[in-house]
């Protein structure tokens, strides 16, 4: 089976032999290091044997059925007979080091993710970044308290709507929580349940007021308690406003919201974000099981129901769907804007219902098939793993593109989330690892590696909003060349940054993977990934006079940089509060039974009794 594998990728003989060559001394070893994996019967007994049985099942490679699983993949084939595939695989390597890494997490066990790099000094990184976020909430406050936007620059705010929706606070609210904020808190709960309305005339966007508002909502009623029911109300009358955009002929709606909905029957749609419609689900989800109004799970059911029965790319789907013809549109397959959540859903709706839903779980791991199959490939020299964007995928002649957004570092946090379900390596035996659960680890660390470098290979040590990569065309074996405007960020490196794309807006994906893999592999380089880059926020997103606050910086290739003159909600929401949770204890909001939306919005697991 190996070598059956090696011979479909090796275009000449002397490759072949050498391909075969090693992956005959591969096979011995995994001869040698299996056979405790196939026979070991040592019974559980107390902790300690247990451990013992699972250090020893974690020297083999499940080499077998991993080849099995790349020919299943690489022989199925390809919907583009023209398109040369990148081949990513997880190599003999990786997996190896995956084994290091699992007995490490075994061998210091729960406790010991909780005391590596010190307790008190993880508690002092905790508390200069509550302080950060006491700041941000002081500056807005100041200058801008109930306003949607905040502008740290002008010391000013502006609304979505004439009155406002509470987005920026609502945004935030469970940060404060969760910090200990807690008059902070008060402050902005008090303010939205006296002040805020959404029965007002105005429009806003359906996806981003959800995320951000709604899921906000939710989530500071669950923490402070599950008691505080105008938490509750206000959420349900924004469900109530917000899901008369459903109202259309086939159930997709538009991407902007009217608030005051007069119109009588359908509401005109035509072609919506694919990511934007599919990123409604756990919120409204949630809001049905709090309320017992099954109608908002209904709502965003159907939205799934088509985009499951629309025919797709080997599972891959476009970034926008036709509300009309219920069919993806549009001329780019891609996880970064418009198309990332969609994935990100499709498992965390399964999670978020206990694992109940299968079909969610069966459509993510095809996705992901198609992700590894046609998107995921390697740069030349630093050897970092990206995934790519398809344009043209309607022709039999797509065209693959080294282009990933930093939006597309949730996904390493996402493979490793799926594989164990939020558990950690240091309390689960290796056997419930299959092998593509090892190899959505192995994507994830290395992918996660990759979104640090795009921190750490600039002069600022903050990532840009796009990066291209060095590639090297597998069909041809020439190496891509870009135009003048596109410039490494590191002498000799593999990352490109062309102009338009050098803008930080202080985005929290690269620190949501390094969290998740934190908790999960209690690997201590991801914590100091996130220290790192923190720092760099402090340095050069923080605006020159301490008390001012953080804003988006125009040129990450550039110091100092630039200030724009805004700064994005979810860098509290999401990016601090992500952070923070690096640097506390597991059990802090536990993976295993907690999902969070694209917002950073920590909901509970549930399930659909009693409704």
Request: glycine share 6%.
């Amino acid at each position: 089976m190996v070598y059956f594998y090696l011979r479909k990728f090796s275009r000449n003989s002397a490759l072949r032999y050498g391909l075969c060559l090693g992956a005959l001394v591969l096979t011995v070893h995994v001869f040698r290091t299996t056979i405790p994996w196939i026979c070991s019967t040592k019974p559980a007994g107390d902790n300690l044997n247990q451990r013992a049985a699972w250090l020893d099942q974690a020297k083999a490679i499940p080499t077998g059925e991993y080849n099995a699983l790349l020919s299943a993949r690489f022989e199925r084939p390809s919907i583009w007979p023209n398109y040369t595939l990148p081949g990513w695989h997880a190599t003999y390597n990786q997996q190896r080091k995956l084994n290091d890494v699992i007995r490490e997490a075994l061998a210091n066990g729960k406790e010991g993710l909780s005391s590596a790099n010190g307790k008190q000094a993880m508690q002092e990184r905790r508390e200069r970044i509550v302080a950060v976020t006491k700041s941000v909430w002081g500056a807005y406050r100041r200058d801008a308290f109930g306003y949607d936007e905040y502008h740290p620059v002008s010391h000013s705010g502006t609304n979505h709507t004439r009155q406002g929706v509470g987005y920026f606070v609502a945004d935030v609210l469970d940060t404060l929580w969760l910090m200990g904020l807690k008059e902070e808190y008060a402050e902005g709960r008090d303010f939205l349940v006296r002040h805020i309305t959404y029965d007002q005339p105005g429009s806003v966007s359906l996806f981003e007021t959800t995320i951000r508002v709604l899921g906000g909502l939710l989530a500071a009623f669950h923490w402070s308690g599950e008691t505080d029911t105008d938490l509750l109300r206000l959420a349900d009358e924004l469900g109530t406003h917000l899901s008369r955009s459903f109202n259309t002929v086939s159930g997709i709606p538009p991407e902007i919201a009217f608030l005051q909905q007069q119109q009588e029957g359908h509401i005109y749609a035509y072609e919506s974000s694919t990511a934007e419609v599919t990123t409604l689900q756990l919120e409204f989800r949630y809001l049905a099981k709090l309320t017992g109004n099954h109608k908002y799970r209904e709502y965003v059911d159907k939205i799934m129901n088509i985009t499951f029965e629309a025919p797709k790319w080997d599972s891959l789907v476009p970034i926008y769907i036709n509300a009309v013809t219920k069919r993806f549109t549009g001329d780019i397959i891609r996880l970064g804007s418009r198309g990332d959540s969609y994935y990100e859903y499709l498992l965390k709706q399964w999670l978020q219902t206990r694992q109940t839903e299968s079909r969610f779980r069966t459509e993510y791991d095809a996705a992901m098939e198609g992700v590894k199959k046609y998107l995921a490939a390697v740069s030349p020299g630093q050897k970092m793993t990206f995934i790519g964007e398809l344009l043209s995928p309607r022709s039999t002649s797509p065209v693959f593109s080294p282009k990933m957004d930093h939006l597309v570092c949730f996904l390493g946090g996402n493979l490793a989330l799926g594989a164990t379900q939020g558990r950690s390596l240091a309390e689960m035996s290796p056997r419930e690892l299959t092998a593509r659960d090892r190899e959505d680890l192995v994507l994830a660390r290395q992918l996660t590696e990759t979104c640090a470098h795009m921190y750490f290979d600039t002069v600022s040590g903050l990532a840009p909003e796009i990066a291209y990569f060095r590639w090297i065309d597998p069909a041809t074996g020439i190496e891509r060349t870009f135009d003048a405007s596109t410039q490494l960020v590191k002498p000799h490196g593999d990352i490109l940054v062309p102009a338009l794309d050098r803008h930080s807006l202080l985005r929290p994906e690269t620190v949501e993977s390094l969290l998740i893999l934190w908790r999960i592999t209690g690997e201590t380089k991801w914590r100091d990934y996130g220290w790192r880059i923190f720092q760099a926020f402090e340095q050069w997103a923080r605006l020159p006079h301490s008390d001012d606050g953080f804003a988006n910086l125009r040129d990450v290739t550039v110091v100092p940089p630039q200030h724009d003159d805004k700064m994005e909600t979810f860098f509290v929401s999401e990016t601090l509060k992500y952070l923070f949770l690096l640097f506390s204890d597991s059990d802090t909001v536990p993976l295993s039974r907690y999902v969070f939306t694209t917002e950073a919005h920590p909901l509970p697991h549930f399930t659909w009794d009693h409704i």
